[in-house]
């Protein structure tokens, strides 16, 4: 309970007033602002609150993929769910603006639901098989028309929660609909190490967390494949490489 405290103390002022100052008018109406300046105030503000966690990001894979990744066209990340601040961890490593692809409930969150608005992130009702497909075609949309913006979904569909990390939930072969669609690349994450940072039962000070990139299938790598054929083999490496690391 003291780390919260702590962090509490460190972020609260300026959650605040970024909530109050720009938040509420970008969340509301999006369109009426560059999307360059929404992604950069949010950025900065997320790095804030990871940096009052102790988190602190391995940057040399995350650096390494946006070294080397083809910047000609937008890409959708897909990734293992294991904490709530999985998204906040990748705003805060990445080297372009990205957006999301989350859960119904999260929209109503008062700060995450404004922060994903902020970014033109996608909420999606995976009972709703009707809105499910129209969240994706906007996907698909994004993926294609926008200058630049990477697509972060995680495959699972909701945080993991089964205790053995180790072990993902079944990826979603319609997560990786529109990339098919948008002929974009597909880049494989694994995120670890940061599902200990919200749990207030321990007494670590820093936490390391890894975002590591498993493979990229460009459009020619899964041009003869199904979805359900790209689902299944981005989860067998995430679980692979799990093992690693729990």
């Known amino acids: 309970m003291w780390k919260y405290f702590k962090v509490i103390i460190k972020v609260i002022f300026p959650i605040i007033w970024a909530y109050l100052s720009w938040m509420i008018r970008y969340s ?21 609150v990871i940096k009052a966690f102790n988190v602190k990001i391995n940057q040399e894979d995350i650096d390494k993929f946006y070294e080397n990744m083809d910047k000609s066209k937008n890409h959708l990340f897909v990734c293992n769910h294991i904490s709530d601040l ?15 692809v989350a859960k119904i409930e999260s929209e109503k969150y008062p700060l995450v639901g404004r922060v994903i608005k902020v970014i ?40 993991n929660k089964n205790g053995d990390l180790s072990k993902t939930l079944p990826y979603h072969h319609g997560s990786f609909r529109s990339a098919f669609k948008a002929k974009c690349p597909i880049d494989v994450f694994m995120i670890s190490g940061d599902d200990k940072v919200l749990t207030y039962k321990n007494n670590i000070k820093k936490f390391d967390v890894n975002i590591t990139l498993l493979k990229t299938f460009k459009e020619e790598d899964y041009l003869n494949l199904t979805t359900n054929e790209i689902a299944s083999e981005a989860q067998k490496l995430t679980e692979e490489n799990l093992k690693k690391y729990y």
Do not use: C
Not at 28 to 48: A, G, L, S, T
Not at 86 to 100: E, G, Y
């Open 120 to 159: 033109d992130g996608k909420f999606m009702d995976r009972g709703d098989l009707k809105q499910s497909l129209k969240v994706m075609l906007k996907v698909q949309d994004m993926l294609i028309n926008h200058e630049t913006m990477d697509v972060v979904i995680f495959p699972e569909g909701t945080r």
């Open 28 to 48: 509301n109406h999006p369109e009426k602002y560059p999307f360059e300046k929404r992604w950069d105030k949010v950025q900065k503000i997320v790095r804030k």
């Open 86 to 100: 999985d998204p906040l961890i990748f705003i805060a490593a990445a080297k372009r603006p990205l957006t999301f």
